[in-house]
């Protein structure tokens, strides 16, 4: 998880300042995998969460969701996944704040494409 934690910090320094406004919950590493409430077989791995609370506004990693999907991968790759989810997130984060709904929107039409995947499988 230390390696993990160290990539997420080296990703997270080269990120504009303006992104972290509002972000008063901070980006928190968990160790729990996590996957979709409606997920097949956890065929559907939640890598991130953008969440918003009475605690504040954070952004989510699960650990735990990676080591499912790439425990055997290189460190370059591990980072390239990590920013990939990272900036994911921190989209949704500053879309929010600009009352756009872009990627929730995209995120809808993943979903939605998943589920007519599987009832035709």
Same mark, same amino acid.
């Given at each position: 998880?230390?390696?993990v934690q160290e990539i997420l910090e ?6 504009? &300042?303006?992104?972290?406004?509002? !972000? /008063?919950?901070?980006?928190?590493? #968990? ?10 077989? @956890?065929? !559907?791995v939640i890598m991130g969460e953008y969440?918003? &609370?009475? !605690?504040? /506004? ?7 969701? *990676?080591?499912?999907?790439?425990? *055997?991968s290189s460190r370059e790759t591990l980072?390239?996944?990590? @920013?990939?989810?990272? !900036?994911?997130?921190? #989209?949704?984060?500053?879309? *929010? ?12 039409? *993943? ?11």
């Amino acid at each position: 998880m230390d390696e993990v934690q160290e990539i997420l910090e080296e990703i997270c320094e080269s990120i504009p &300042s303006y992104a972290y406004e509002h !972000l /008063n919950g901070g980006i928190i590493l #968990t160790e729990e995998a996590k996957y979709h409430e409606e997920a097949y077989a @956890e065929d !559907l791995v939640i890598m991130g969460e953008y969440q918003r &609370s009475m !605690l504040g /506004n954070m952004i989510k990693i699960y650990y735990g969701s *990676f080591m499912d999907m790439y425990r *055997f991968s290189s460190r370059e790759t591990l980072r390239e996944k990590l @920013e990939e989810v990272l !900036l994911h997130e921190f #989209t949704h984060h500053l879309e *929010f704040l600009a009352n756009e709904w872009g990627l929730v929107i995209e995120d809808k039409k *993943f979903l939605e494409e998943y589920r007519k995947r599987k009832q035709n499988e």
